[in-house]
């Protein structure tokens, strides 16, 4: 029979490969080796594969794509209902195919290459700058050991950190060289997060989505070179509602028997940049009082209506469906 579909369990040198019929039983399912992975799939030309959005499923979706293959990523909670059984490999592999053929399931499309890029300056910054918060909260948390009680701001200590080893406390030689070599860590993860902030500039700059989403109001360099490397030029997602739940922006319901209930956000999907719109957010509250765009007008009536924090979290939601449109219809950002 026919092989309509092929789901694969993707994994480093096995990877476990199931191909059903256009009634969704399983015709094979066997382990296929790394090398010869596109050549078994050569034999099937033309069929629709589906696999789980994680490491490496960008580049076999690209790979795959390059030789006319329909690719299908299924975020992973999605295929976990429709393991039967006990989970391995082969029950994974039929799940996907049981997934993919569902015809309301989400499904991403694969990264581009330049996608890839900006995907990665951010991973690595973003490593850094948790670095960096740890290496502060220790050397807050060290010093308290000795007596010595900054004030909050790293900027704040990292200029009284000179005259802290310089002055007369109960800091001994030892602890006052090891304090010097964690500053000396600090400086080099500022000189390498300024490196990353510097070509995620030159990446923006070089990106026509990216310039036109700077305009919108709390949108830097940083937020929208993250879009893009997350969304591309986001038509595959129906509508704005759809991008900003996928964000996690949107409110949880648990409703029964006709009765409507809304809870927090979900949070769920791409959590960075669901922070990077929420920090956008806030730089918008905290200049409402000075600006008169319709959006700044908009967040100044909501925040009297419902507080500031609430009214962050639909700020955020509001810039996701606007860099939505943007992106989709290929505009410029509209203040007025």
Known sequence: MNITLIGIDLAKNVFQVCGVNQAGKAVFNRQIRRANLLDFLAQHPG?????EACSGSNYWGRTLQERGYT????????????????????????AICEAARRPNITVVTPRTLEQ???NLVHRIRERRVE???RLICQLRGLLNEYGIVQPRGKEALQATMPDILEDDNELTPMARQYFHDMMEEWRQLNEAIAALDKDIRRQCRGHEDCVRLTEIKGVGDITATAVVAFAGNARHYRNG??????????PKEHSSGGKQRLGSITKRGNGYLRKLLVQGAWSIIRYTDKAEDRLSLWA????????????????????????WAMLVRQEHYRAA
């Open 116 to 118: 890839t890029d900006m």
């Open 300 to 323: 100044k009536a909501l925040i009297e209506r419902r507080g500031k924090q609430k009214a962050a979290i639909a700020i955020a939601n509001k810039l996701a469906r606007i860099i």
């Open 47 to 51: 069929v629709t594969i589906a696999m």
């Open 241 to 250: 509602r759809h991008f900003s739940a996928n964000l996690g922006l949107v």
């Open 131 to 133: 670095a960096r918060t």
């Open 71 to 94: 690719v299908k990523l299924l975020p992973p909670q999605h295929v976990k209902p429709f393991v039967k059984g006990n989970k391995n490999d082969r029950n994974d592999a039929f």
